[in-house]
């Protein structure tokens, strides 16, 4: 029976890259795997973006409610300092925690395809940590696999490694580990929620400040960093690998959305 696939924009930024017809015969279930796994950041993305935006407006109507001049008044007389209210923003936090899960589930799929295009018949690979160079980076399996398991005839394995080791250690162990720490603590260590600052003697505040990452970058461009970051670092390893007809292969609108082909 004939079969019609109608896809978003998100399947179409990711499928001009992860197109099974540039694969080697077999391996397409692993490029419809990253394919779909590298669409589902731009969701996650998305969700970020507007959770944040939910956020924002709920602490405002919050703040309305609780912060009353009765409320102020009672500040003057048992404060001198600044008094800081934050928002207990869930939203924003249950879409950072599936943009990091889908973020470690792509590169887990991903090391398969790379491996299995290196050799075919391999198994299931993981983008797994392991040590080089010293550290413990995520993705330090798969550079341990390609030093000492891979076929002698795959010319590109030192290049391939340095790709992966120089994005780990740039932005992939790091990303990987807010997502470890997400998910076992419930939240990001020293990331600055969304709050506010109740300045003395008014008391008033002059705005919401917006939650922060670690490094006091804006949650929402960390985010889409990432997906940048992570264009590159595909494009990057991608045409290092062998038996891929890269002719086949388009990055141009990879991972972007307002840009749906025809």
Same mark, same amino acid.
């Given at each position: ?25 077999? =391996?397409?279930?692993?490029? /419809? $795997? ?58 924003? =936090?249950? $879409? ?27 198994? &299931?690979?993981?983008?797994? *940590? ?5 550290? *413990? ?12 398991? $891979?076929?002698?005839?795959? &010319? ?6 340095? $790709? ?14 807010? *997502? ?31 939650? =922060?990452?670690?490094?006091?970058? =804006? ?5 889409? /960093?990432?997906?940048?970051?992570? *264009?590159?670092?595909? /494009? ?27």
């Amino acid at each position: 029976m004939p079969k019609i696939e109608l896809v978003g924009e998100e399947r179409w930024s990711t499928h001009s890259v992860f197109n099974s017809n540039a694969f080697p015969v077999g =391996l397409e279930p692993n490029v /419809e $795997a990253c394919s779909t796994k590298a669409a589902i950041h731009l969701v996650h993305l998305n969700m970020v973006k507007e959770a944040v935006k939910k956020n924002y407006k709920d602490f405002q109507k919050e703040l309305k409610l609780k912060i009353t001049s009765q409320y102020v008044a009672s500040l003057k007389k048992s404060h001198s300092d600044p008094v800081i209210v934050y928002y207990d923003g869930l939203d924003y =936090l249950a $879409a950072l925690y599936g943009f990091l899960n889908s973020l470690k589930s792509f590169l887990d799929v991903y090391a398969t395809l790379i491996c299995r295009t290196i050799q075919p018949s391999l198994g &299931k690979k993981s983008f797994k *940590r392991g040590m080089v160079g010293g550290k *413990r980076i995520a993705g330090g399996a798969v550079v341990r696999w390609l030093k000492g398991s $891979a076929p002698k005839t795959f &010319k590109n394995s030192s290049k391939l490694q340095r $790709a992966i080791e120089n994005h780990s250690n740039n932005w992939i162990t790091e990303a990987v580990n807010h *997502r470890d720490i997400l998910s076992h603590q419930g939240d990001i260590k020293e990331m600055e929620h969304m709050h506010i600052i109740l300045n003395p003697p008014s008391y008033r505040y002059p705005g919401i400040l917006p939650p =922060l990452m670690p490094d006091g970058q =804006l949650v929402v461009d960390y985010f889409s /960093e990432l997906l940048s970051k992570l *264009r590159e670092f595909v /494009e990057e390893s991608m045409i290092l690998l062998p038996n891929i007809e890269m002719e086949h292969i388009t990055f141009t609108n990879f991972l972007i959305l307002g840009h749906k082909n025809s």
